[in-house]
């Protein structure tokens, strides 16, 4: 036995030095697929990666009727403002493409709805465009909150979307739902909503967070925004009951 492997070793010993350029190439070809399929491992593994959190200011949820009813409800449109600060901690760099904010119905139990919308989440997928800028008066100066991914009116200009990796960028984004009724609303515990948010990436990845925000009345919300919940009724050239006298 002893003798046979002696053997074998000493044949590839003399196959290895009478084909050297067959070794060399051999190696070469192997070390070169070794480092492209590292390289593409190493590529598949850099992904962007967003860190969503609340920053103190107009971040807050408000339902109000609108002077309407459907099916014999109150007729109610829902505006909510968050506002966001987002660092990038993946290993590669991307962009915010689009946010999206989700919450609970607020409806009776065990329904249809209530699997649908209160054990899972309602979305609202599109951004509303703010008609006034967030603001706060502190002592005799105003503090304009930066919007993220609409340009300011006071302030013209726009936060930065594309983030390299450990870049980070903060703003206000705005939501109006439409009309509803029922309790199709958020649903308030200690005047307190539960919301998720879902921020997509250029390559199509959701990175998600989720928050507990005050229900506030419209009255507190336009302090911060004298055009609060305004969107949808200039579009429809409508006005609110609460706006009649103005």
Not at 236 to 244: I, S, V, Y
């Amino acid at each position: 036995m002893l003798t046979t492997l002696i053997d074998l070793f000493a044949q590839a010993s003399k196959w290895s030095n009478d084909n050297q350029g067959v070794v060399s190439i051999s190696i070469f070809v192997v070390t070169m697929g070794f480092g492209w399929v590292s390289g593409i491992f190493s590529t598949l593994r850099r992904k962007p990666k967003f860190k969503v959190n609340l920053i103190e200011g107009p971040t807050f949820c408000c339902s109000f009727h609108i002077g309407k009813t459907r099916c014999e409800h109150e007729v109610h449109r829902t505006g909510i403002a968050l506002y966001l600060a987002v660092v990038n901690i993946g290993s590669a760099a991307s962009s915010i493409v689009n946010i999206s904010i989700g919450y609970h119905w607020h409806v009776r139990r065990f329904s249809l709805a209530w699997l649908r919308y209160s054990v899972g989440w309602f979305w609202l997928h599109k951004q509303a465009a703010s008609l006034t800028d967030f603001q706060a008066k502190i002592g005799d100066n105003i503090k304009v909150f930066p919007f993220l991914t609409q340009v300011n009116h006071l302030a013209p200009v726009s936060a930065e979307t594309f983030l390299q990796v450990g870049q980070s960028t903060n703003g206000v984004v705005y939501f109006e739902q439409s009309d509803s009724w029922g309790g199709c609303f958020p649903s308030a515990r200690d005047g307190v909503v539960r919301v998720k948010v879902a921020i997509e990436d250029a390559f199509g990845k959701k990175h998600y967070a989720k928050f507990s925000i005050p229900s506030v009345t419209m009255e507190y919300a336009r302090t911060y925004n004298p055009s609060f919940g305004t969107t949808l009724s200039e579009l429809h050239g409508e006005t609110l009951p609460f706006d009649k006298s103005i």
